[in-house]
Nanobody
């Protein structure tokens, strides 16, 4: 079974930093783009950052300069480093990846279960 599992969320004071991790596991043949999204109650899930298999990252304007996305292809892991955290960064952060599983031999989008990040003022 192919799955994404996030870790690294928690309660952080404003101005602090944290690093989220997302591990892809299972019978995976290939991984293309990976990314991080976030969602707060009553709002749509929004893109935070994405990264290609070659390591090229892109960011939504609201987090540019504070966020770095990276990946370790050998470990099948994508990371999100968030600095200078603000209360408005409080959300559930979801990992996303486009992967080809050995079982289906087709590309599909997968989501993690989410990890809560709470920033206190």
């Amino acid at each position: 079974q192919v799955q994404l599992v996030e870790s690294g969320g928690g309660l952080v004071q404003a101005g602090g930093s944290l690093r989220l991790s997302c591990l892809a596991s299972g019978s995976i043949l290939r991984i293309a783009d990976m990314g991080w999204y976030r969602q707060t109650p009553g709002k749509q899930r929004e893109l935070v950052a994405t990264i290609t298999s070659g390591g090229d990252g892109s960011y939504t304007d609201s987090v540019k300069g504070r966020v770095t996305i990276s990946r370790d292809n050998a470990k099948r892991t994508v990371y999100l480093q968030v600095n200078s955290l603000k209360p408005e960064d409080t959300a559930v952060y979801y990992c996303n990846a486009r992967m080809m599983s050995l079982a289906t031999m087709t590309w599909s989008d997968y989501w993690g279960q989410g990890t809560q990040v709470t920033v206190s003022s």
